[in-house]
């Protein structure tokens, strides 16, 4: 009679055991489906904004353009001006980068004249 009983007994936790699991995969089944509506949710929303953004976009060049117009230039004016110093601006960063590369070649030059000069006071003695 004792060994049926434990048997009883292993039967039970077994099928306590199945029961927990299956109650867990759904939890988990459950929250995954949340997880994905909530993501489904945010990227609507983030698009729905995008949208609202680009509908605002002609809006704000229109109001630009009459800006421009009401001060009396136009906006190739303003944009052949920006181009101008836009160009002034590269050449300026090309002589500061030259200015760069240059101290960069001296300094170069300087440590392998002190790196030979050691490796030749070093081969005399």
């Keep these: 009679m004792g060994g049926s009983d434990q048997q009883e007994l ?4 077994y099928d306590k055991i199945t029961r927990e699991m299956a109650l867990q995969q759904l939890r ?3 929250e995954k489906s949340k997880a994905k509506e909530i ?3 945010r990227a609507e929303r983030a698009a729905q904004v995008k949208a609202e ?3 605002k976009v002609p809006e704000r060049r229109r109001e630009r353009e009459e800006n421009a117009s009401v001060k009396g230039e136009s906006i190739k004016k303003r944009n052949k001006r920006s ?3 836009k160009e002034k601006l590269a050449e300026f960063q090309e002589v500061k980068l030259k ?3 240059m101290k960069i070649h001296r300094k ?5 004249q002190a790196i030979n000069q050691r490796r030749g006071s ?3 003695i």
């Design 83 to 85: 181009k101008e110093e």
């Design 122 to 124: 070093v081969g005399e």
């Design 53 to 55: 953004k680009m509908a």
């Design 10 to 13: 292993d039967w039970n936790s």
């Design 39 to 41: 993501a489904h949710i």
């Design 99 to 101: 200015e760069r590369l």
């Design 28 to 30: 988990q089944a459950e």
């Design 108 to 112: 170069k030059f300087i440590l392998n």
